[in-house]
């Protein structure tokens, strides 16, 4: 409330600054996914994954130890736990795979499976193609939707802060070479859901705006009215969450780490679009039209 009334700044005239921050985050990440790429887990480039549990306390040089025997020196080993651990390798054979959970099992005291997965070349290309198709499906339906509830112009702006939001995770996640795998993608999906969301309430507000807007008010002033009436539910919303997906990146467990670091990240990222691109990207687009209806109405 004291924000709203104060107004510190005008988000419309610094949004040339938060175009800005966003590119210096784009940017490096473009140049990272174009130069190293991405991370892709066994989901998407094939591989086995072997989630164990050890009787006893185990470090991970004791594990790998036991996999260079079979040639698997380079195998990504996560631990989760004293006793826990998420093994990653090349696709291997059932009898490779049985092998190795029993000398896992004679030089380290004992071990239980939790989860043995594999999955081939055939499967991961399916995996990607169908991935990329949701995300595309999804980026279409909510230009149409956003397009059909308030304006075409509305419907780009949003499309272009869900495609920032997207790109960033992914930047993140190229510059620091984490994993990628199907559950990023799941992330990926509820950010555009989340985000739109909150862009869709700010829309809605500058809507009920211009219908109540007197002759002399300035679009640029608007926009701002209603970026500043809504802060304080963005703020609150996205706190809320935050929260959770604290508490879930904490003592979630290994198996969900990267897809709450993602959630988390997109979150914070699509709060910052819906202020401070998505409304100010609206306004760009429509700056010209609205000067011209002054002139229109004097004529």
């Avoid at 093994?87 to 190795?100: D, K, P, Q």
């Avoid at 279409?140 to 780009?156: C, S, T």
């Avoid at 272009?160 to 070479?177: G, K, R, W």
């Amino acid at each position: 409330m004291m924000l709203r009334d104060r107004k510190p700044f005008h988000f419309i005239k610094l949004r040339k600054y938060w175009y800005a921050i966003s590119l210096l985050i784009i940017i490096p990440g473009i140049i990272s996914i174009f130069s190293q790429g991405l991370n892709l887990g066994i989901d998407f480039k094939g591989g086995g994954l072997l989630d164990l549990r050890f009787n006893q306390a185990t470090e991970v040089v004791q594990v790998r130890a036991v996999l260079e025997e079979f040639d698997l020196a380079g195998a990504s080993i996560q631990r989760s736990g004293d006793t826990d651990f998420l093994v990653r390798t090349r696709e291997l054979s059932e009898e490779e795979n049985a092998s190795i959970i029993q000398s896992l099992d004679q030089n380290l005291g004992g071990v239980t499976v939790q989860r043995s997965v594999r999955v081939g070349p055939v499967i991961s290309s399916e995996l990607i193609r169908n991935s990329l198709m949701a995300l595309g499906v999804a980026a279409i339906l909510m230009l149409v939707y956003v397009a059909w509830r308030f304006e075409l112009k509305q419907g780009i702006a949003a499309v272009i802060a869900i495609l920032h939001n997207v790109l960033i995770v992914t930047a993140v996640f190229s510059i620091f070479q984490l994993e990628v795998d199907s559950t990023f993608v799941a992330a990926i999906l509820t950010i555009i859901g989340y985000s739109i969301n909150d862009t869709i309430v700010i829309f809605d507000r500058i809507r009920e705006n211009m219908l109540n807007k007197k002759k002399d008010d300035l679009l640029e002033d608007i926009v701002n009215t209603s970026l500043w009436q809504t802060i304080a539910r963005s703020i609150n919303t996205g706190i809320s969450v935050i929260f959770v997906l604290v508490a879930l990146l904490l003592y979630g467990g290994a198996t969900i780490h990267n897809m709450m670091l993602a959630l988390l990240i997109g979150v914070i990222v699509g709060a910052y679009s819906s202020i401070f691109n998505a409304s100010p990207l609206w306004y760009d687009m429509k700056k010209s039209e609205f000067r011209q209806k002054p002139k229109a109405a004097r004529a």
